[in-house]
């Protein structure tokens, strides 16, 4: 977290990390984020990408650095640099694969081996445009997040539900708990 006092008024830049199975949806929840643009088919070319998003909160130019894995999952390889400094996390599955959902321990695993800070965590159970298929309930995931005390918000990057919403949350919990270690 960098944080400076220039004429603009007080600016904050956090890093946030998206992580989950390969497929899950996650370059494209950052896309639609950052650019509110889906794509179907295509594939960001293997290595870390992120994109950063400015949000106003009290007044203060809040900066959120989003990284997407961009395939390093793939091949079980996402480094320890990709989580480091990392304020927020969103950890995804796909709520038409079951695989994808029995995976999130393990994220979350690895999220608290790599990170050096307490992480401000949500379950993102995305796709959910595809309710006709689904394979895991919106219990199943508001339980799960329950019980490792995460936020949690079903999402669909094709049809933009809950997308600004579930990055925002993040953005302001991690601005709230860090203006109130300062204050
Ligand atoms: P990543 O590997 O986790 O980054 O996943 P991608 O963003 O590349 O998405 C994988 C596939 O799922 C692509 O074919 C996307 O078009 C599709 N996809 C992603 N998000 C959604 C969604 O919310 N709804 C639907 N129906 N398809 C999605």
């Not at 497929?23 to 992120?50: C, D, M, P």
């Amino acid at each position: 977290m960098d944080s400076s006092d220039d004429e603009s008024g007080e600016e904050y830049l956090f890093k946030i990390v998206i992580i989950g199975d390969s497929a899950v949806g996650k370059s494209n929840l950052l896309t639609r984020y950052a650019r509110n643009e889906f794509n179907l088919h295509s594939k960001a070319t293997i290595g870390v990408e992120f994109q950063t998003q400015t949000l106003e909160i009290d007044g203060k130019e809040v900066k959120a650095q989003i990284w997407d894995t961009a395939g390093q999952e793939r091949f079980r390889a996402v480094t320890s640099a990709y989580y480091r400094g990392a304020f927020g996390a969103l950890v995804v599955y796909d709520i038409t694969r079951r695989t994808t959902f029995d995976s999130i321990p393990r994220w979350l695993d690895e999220l608290k081996t790599h990170s050096d800070t307490t992480v401000a965590r949500m379950l993102v159970g995305n796709k959910c445009d595809l309710d006709n298929i689904r394979a895991v309930s919106v219990e199943e995931g508001k339980s799960l997040a329950e019980s490792e005390g995460m936020f949690f918000m079903e999402t669909s990057a094709l049809d933009a539900t809950n997308v600004n919403k579930a990055f925002e949350m993040v953005i302001r919990e991690i601005y709230n708990s860090v203006s109130r270690k300062v204050l």
